[in-house]
């Protein structure tokens, strides 16, 4: 029996090799198992890859390596994004943990098992349509970044980026800003300790993150500065500060001392020393980011501050950074360069969605 006669945009091509994206590039058929390869939009090189398959495969042989491995898979490139590139970028370790449950959730998906040069808009869409907005979003960048590199390092052929064309999806952050009065019902509750206020003063004065503030050296008496290393930003020229003590925060400082524990420490509380504890910790009595987090959620609750928003509505302790910017902003101060922000845009983002109005002062001529 005679092999069927190919298509007409096909002759010319070796068994198995054909066309695809209206002849740009060109797909091969293992003509063992039926499975799909994308070869690229070069005609030659294709031909030449199809002509060593078919010599090998068509005989019961192992084919070329590309071909019989299935590089050039999204996930395949996955394991030389996370092995060669993250590393230079010096990630903090929240933000390594994220990029990789998003690698990890791209890998596992039907999405990974694809042929970067095959995949498109529409199959992007489908993988990201299973999540929230929010992680959407997040995974849409990673993809962004990984066809970046695919084609800068020659593994993919395409010339534009398909993630790119994806449009961000519209994320409305769910909880809300504090208000003076919600922060005053919790500042002032009977159940909350005085290390959390201390916390809470320094968050508003300083702008700084918890996993920062827990690191604050406790500063010498005649101190006229306090230095902090911005663990996510570090990398930048933002990242190392040197906040002067004015009156506000050298008040701060003051009750920090007054503790009655001895710590190396600026945040510090008083804690049953364990062996894991020692391991953990330079000092004892530091306090861990979480530490702040947990407590301020309890004192929350327990003050009824926000009793008429729902849980998830209800602001946390990372919201008292665009309290403070706000503050700042309302007194005619840029808090950019406290905050640690590369961006006027990123410190823009912190002070929206607060209720009150900030009128702009003007005059006529």
Known sequence: MSPRQRNKKNK????????????????????????????????????????QANSQLMSGANLVA???DQAGTLAAFIDTYTTDIIPTKE??????????ISLNSIKDSDLGKKAIDDINLYDITEYLNDFTPRSSNQRRERLIDLFKYAIDRGQCTRTDNPAELKIKQVYKKTRKRHTEQ?????????????????????????????????KIKMPALDAEVIEV???????????????????????????????GTFSTLLLHKKSK???????K????????????????????????????????????????????????KDKGTDPQALAGHASEQMTKNYDADHDEIRWVEVRTD
């Open 182 to 214: 919600g922060l005053a019902t919790i500042y002032n509750h009977k159940e909350t300790p005085q290390w959390l206020r201390n916390a809470i003063d320094l968050a508003l004065i300083t702008l700084q993150r918890r996993e920062d503030l827990v």
């Open 66 to 68: 590309k071909i019989l």
């Open 273 to 279: 020393i364990t062996e894991a504890r020692r391991k």
């Open 91 to 100: 990630l903090a370790k929240a933000t390594l943990d994220n990029y990789t």
């Open 12 to 51: 010319g091509l070796p068994p198995n090799l054909y066309t695809d994206n209206d002849g740009a590039t060109f797909r091969y058929k293992r003509p063992d198992n039926g499975v799909w390869v994308a070869l690229g939009g070069d005609k030659a090189k294709a031909i030449s890859a199809a002509k």
């Open 281 to 328: 910790y330079d000092d004892c009595t530091e306090i861990s980011p979480e530490q702040i987090t947990r407590e301020f959620k309890k004192c929350v609750d327990a003050s009824e501050a926000y009793k008429h928003l729902q849980p998830k509505e209800r602001p946390t302790f990372h919201e008292l950074r665009a309290l403070g910017i706000k503050r700042y």
């Open 229 to 259: 290393i911005q663990k996510k930003t570090k990398k930048y020229d933002t990242g190392y500060l040197r906040i002067s003590i004015g009156p506000e925060l050298r008040n701060v400082i003051s009750r920090c001392r007054l503790s």
